[in-house]
T-cell receptor
Framework: SQQGEEDPQALSIQEGENATMNCSYK?????LQWYRQNSGRGLVHLIL?????REKHSGRLRVTLDTSKKSSSLLITASRAADTASYFC?????????????FGKGTLLTVNP | DGGITQSPKYLFRKEGQNVTLSCEQN?????MYWYRQDPGQGLRLIYY???????QKGDIAEGYSVSREKKESFPLTVTSAQKNPTAFYLC?????????????FGDGTRLSIL
């Protein structure tokens, strides 16, 4: 079953604008991670936020987590054409003894020069 | 450089044929994973392994098999029982030290039917 669901499915913006993507999930989690995938390539880890954290920053990335609403958002500030990619959230469900992640379907971000 | 190497990059399968996708990592990670990605979709877990000589089925294991004889290697066989194998296959690894950690991905193998 789909745990993480990203919204919107696709987003097109101009260079220099901010991009915000959202992720909703259904069950309790240990942490939530965001990954980026360039076309035809593997995924690259961007940021991990633990269930007891509310906000985290890394460079131009800002991630928030609201466990009461079971949702997270990824903000990319001052976007660049090179940020064009698909972005996925992945959840690590709490209570399990394994280390598997459940991925959403992703948001396709296009940054126009 | 440390990383995950998947080969081949492109693979073609004939009807009734088994094919094996290679995944090798030099990150000294204990856990390894295989995912399937269909166009416009997220990743679905096929198999994962947390230790040598042990592996577990993921959400879509039917028609696939794996082995984990070495820490560095986690090959995936797509058997003839998998009737719709055309997809992008991604291998990943992670440490399991100090709890859940990010996964590192290879650059994938694209499998098509001839």
């Amino acid at each position: 079953s789909q745990q993480g669901e990203e919204d919107p499915q696709a987003l097109s913006i101009q260079e220099g604008e901010n991009a915000t993507m959202n992720c909703s999930y259904k069950t309790s989690i240990n942490n939530l991670q965001w990954y980026r995938q360039n076309s035809g390539r593997g995924l690259v880890h961007l940021i991990l936020i633990r269930s007891n954290e509310r906000e985290k920053h890394s460079g131009r990335l800002r991630v928030t987590l609201d466990t009461s609403k079971k949702s997270s958002s990824l903000l990319i500030t001052a976007s660049r054409a090179a940020d064009t990619a698909s972005y996925f959230c992945a959840t690590d469900e709490s209570g399990g003894s394994n280390y598997k992640l459940t991925f959403g379907k992703g948001t396709l971000l296009t940054v126009n020069p | 450089d440390g990383g995950i190497t998947q080969s081949p990059k492109y693979l073609f399968r004939k009807e009734g044929q088994n094919v094996t996708l290679s995944c090798e990592q030099n990150l000294n990670h204990d856990a390894m994973y295989w995912y399937r990605q269909d166009p416009g979709q997220g990743l679905r877990l096929i198999y994962y392994s947390q230790i040598v000589n042990d592996f577990q089925k993921g959400d879509i294991a039917e028609g696939y098999s794996v082995s984990r004889e070495k820490k560095e290697s986690f090959p995936l066989t797509v058997t003839s029982a998998q009737k719709n194998p055309t997809a992008f296959y991604l291998c990943a690894s992670s440490t399991i030290f100090q709890g859940r950690q990010p996964q590192h991905f290879g650059d994938g193998t694209r499998l098509s039917i001839l």
